[in-house]
């Protein structure tokens, strides 16, 4: 059974970084599509980056310069660097994966593989 587990996430304050990861058991794609999803107390998830096998990758506009997505081939865990944190950044973090897209993709419908999260906090 494929399981994605996410790890990394904590209590920062404005300005801080954390690197959340993401690693996957069970059947590993070769090519893939992955992506990090928040979803903050009553509100939407929201797609914040999406990474494919080719090495492309696609981000929200709200983290557009801070966060970076990264995964260096099939085996290896799925990474979200961010920087520069802020209180609107609080929220629970998942990851997602699915069989390679055309492109990589922030829509939450693109993805039917998905990790539990992993809360991120983020004070002023």
């Known amino acids: 059974q494929v399981q994605l587990v996410e790890s990394g996430g904590g209590s920062v304050q404005s300005g801080g970084s954390l690197r959340l990861s993401c690693v996957a058991s069970?059947?590993?794609?070769?090519?893939?599509?992955m992506a990090w999803f928040r979803q903050a107390p009553g509100k939407e998830r929201e797609g914040v980056a999406a990474?494919?096998?080719?090495?492309?990758?696609t981000y929200a506009a709200s983290v557009k310069g801070r966060f970076s997505i990264s995964k260096d081939g099939a085996e290896s865990p799925l990474y979200l660097l961010m920087n520069n944190l802020i209180p609107e950044d609080t929220a629970n973090y998942s990851c997602?994966?699915?069989?390679?897209?055309?492109?990589?993709?922030?829509?939450?419908?693109?993805?039917?593989?998905w990790g539990q999260g992993t809360q991120v906090t983020v004070s002023s």
């Open positions: 997602a994966r699915t069989p390679a897209l055309l492109a990589p993709s922030l829509s939450p419908r693109s993805y039917w593989q």
């Open positions: 069970g059947y590993t794609y070769s090519n893939y599509s």
């Open positions: 990474i494919n096998s080719d090495g492309r990758t």
